[in-house]
């Protein structure tokens, strides 16, 4: 079972900036992705940015060229950064695991951290 805590959320003005980070329970090269997702009030999760082991990225259209994902295995963290924020932002922010082995796939969710897009 991997234990994943978010943290870095809070409140900032559109157009500003804010990072959140992940810390997992253990060795994120033993995962295969890394992701964020979020969840609006009275919307589904939807899918932001996932990493690879290999350190592929892909990206949510809605924040291609404004969100970098990113990793630091020493510290088995995965980072989102979020820039340019805007309103429609406004989201809990979850972080995902997934491993898989053989025809078993895992998928671990963090307990998430509120971002708030506001003036």
């Known amino acids: 079972q991997v234990q994943l805590v978010e943290s870095g959320g809070g409140l900032v003005q559109p157009g500003g900036s804010l990072t959140l980070s992940c810390a997992a329970s253990?060795?994120?090269?033993?995962?295969?992705?890394l992701a964020w997702y979020r969840q609006a009030p009275e919307k589904e999760r939807e899918f932001v940015a996932s990493?690879?082991?290999?350190?592929?990225?892909s990206y949510a259209d809605s924040v291609k060229g404004r969100f970098i994902i990113s990793r630091d295995n020493a510290k088995n963290t995965v980072y989102l950064q979020m820039n340019s924020l805007k309103p429609e932002d406004t989201a809990v922010y979850y972080c995902?695991?997934?491993?898989?082995?053989?025809?078993?796939?895992?998928?671990?969710w963090g307990q998430g951290t509120q971002v708030t897009v506001s003036s």
């Open positions: 995902n695991a997934v491993r898989r082995s053989g025809y078993d796939t895992n998928s671990y």
């Open positions: 253990e060795n994120i090269l033993t995962l295969n992705a």
């Open positions: 990493i690879s082991r290999s350190t592929t990225t």
